[in-house]
């Protein structure tokens, strides 16, 4: 059952461009998303997030899009940074069970210098 | 800045031990979740707590599994009974609201023998 998908296992980046992570679901009752980003041997971290009465939500160098219609939403960082490698994390969560998040598989972001 | 702490950073048990994950949420926090993930898989949510109960907990949260604040700081998983399947890295996340951003501590890498 995967409600939240990422279909790009990885991503590789020449540093100082953009990088755009990509995130499908399929719940429509999903209302809040999250990304968050992991380095190995460490918990996620929480990067940014998304109502879904927005489309759009900025900070600093990330900023998240949100297309309901298509059931999308996508991270863009700008510019990417070396530091930026990692793993990144697509969540969401519905009002009715907004407890937990649903997790995407994560895509692996390499950011070449 | 607060963090979640985990400890330990890694277990190893053999199948049929019981074992108790340990995890230090934010100090103002009153949400708190554990999830794990299995090498190479999803991360998957395992249950949610809040006023001293379970709010809500998933398929794989069985008669096994049970959680417990036994003090104003503490927050705990136990695996009564553990088997091989439960190799993975559990994550204790906390939260102030029932809707707002969940922070991971740093895992704890559990390995049943």
């Known amino acids: 059952d995967q409600q939240v998908k990422q279909n790009s296992p990885s991503l590789s980046v020449q540093e100082g461009r953009i990088s755009i992570l990509n995130c499908d679901y399929t719940?429509?009752?999903?209302?809040?998303f999250l990304w968050y980003k992991k380095y190995p041997a460490e918990g996620p971290t929480f990067l940014i997030s998304?109502?879904?009465i927005k489309d759009k939500n900025e900070d600093g160098r990330f900023t998240v899009f949100l297309n309901k219609s298509a059931k999308h939403l996508s991270l863009h960082i700008v510019p990417s940074q070396p530091g930026d490698s990692a793993v990144y994390f697509c969540?969401?969560?519905?009002?009715?069970?907004?407890?937990?998040?649903?997790w995407g598989a994560g895509t692996k972001l390499i950011i070449k210098p | 800045e607060p963090e979640v702490t985990q400890t330990p950073s890694h277990q190893v048990t053999q199948m049929g031990q019981e074992v108790i994950l340990r995890c230090v949420p934010i100090?103002?926090?009153?949400?708190f979740y554990w999830y794990r993930q299995i090498l190479g898989q999803k991360v998957e949510f395992l249950v949610s707590?809040?006023?001293?109960?379970?709010?809500?907990k998933s398929e794989i949260f069985d008669d096994q599994f049970s959680v417990e604040r036994p003090d104003g700081s503490n927050f705990t998983l136990k695996i009564r009974s553990t088997k091989l399947e439960d190799s993975a890295m559990y994550f204790c996340?906390?939260?102030?609201?029932?809707?707002?951003?969940?922070?991971f501590g740093p895992g704890t890498r559990l390995t049943v023998l």
């Open positions: 969540a969401a969560s519905d009002g009715d069970s907004n407890y937990q998040l649903i």
């Open positions: 719940n429509s009752m999903f209302d809040y």
């Open positions: 998304i109502s879904s």
């Open positions: 100090s103002n926090h009153l949400y």
């Open positions: 707590f809040y006023n001293n109960e379970i709010s809500e």
């Open positions: 996340a906390s939260g102030s609201g029932a809707t707002d951003t969940q922070y």
